[in-house]
């Protein structure tokens, strides 16, 4: 599958499944294996049994769009993918904990639990490691399933 970015058409996500493309390989309509990716501000916090993840978009479509994909891939393995210059820094795959989406009126919010304290902990870890990515300049994608829902350029 490949992946773009809303706003940035031709900025492809590399290191998360995606194939180069140029500018001129685009004729007109793009491939069908294409998504779309919103664009959000995205904000990730510890809590209590694992972490949350709060995305909030301004544009209204990219807000409908974001929340649709949440809704389609729900109940599919959550993870998270941090890039920096097209190559992927680091991936965390939150299998270990429950995770959920709920909609707010301008994005949604993702939590990832674990009533075990180990798991807590490395879901916490993740947290972490994103955390401390984005505020060294990586973008930061949220994907479900495998479908990128929603993506943070710091």
Known sequence: MTTMMMERPMTGMAGM?????????????????MVMVPRCTMKMEKISGGMKVTCVC???TACAMMQNLCQMMA??????????NGMMVCMCNLTMGMCKCEM??????????SGDKMCEAMIQGCCDCMTACMKAGCC??????GTPVCCCMS
């Open 58 to 60: 301004d544009d209204a």
């Open 17 to 33: 499944g995606t194939s180069p493309m140029s500018a001129t390989g685009m004729t007109g309509a793009m491939a069908p294996n």
């Open 104 to 113: 707010t009126k301008d994005g949604c919010v993702m939590t990832c639990t």
């Open 75 to 84: 109940g599919g393995m959550c993870s998270m993918c941090c890039t920096m």
């Open 140 to 145: 930061c994608c949220m994907m479900m399933g």
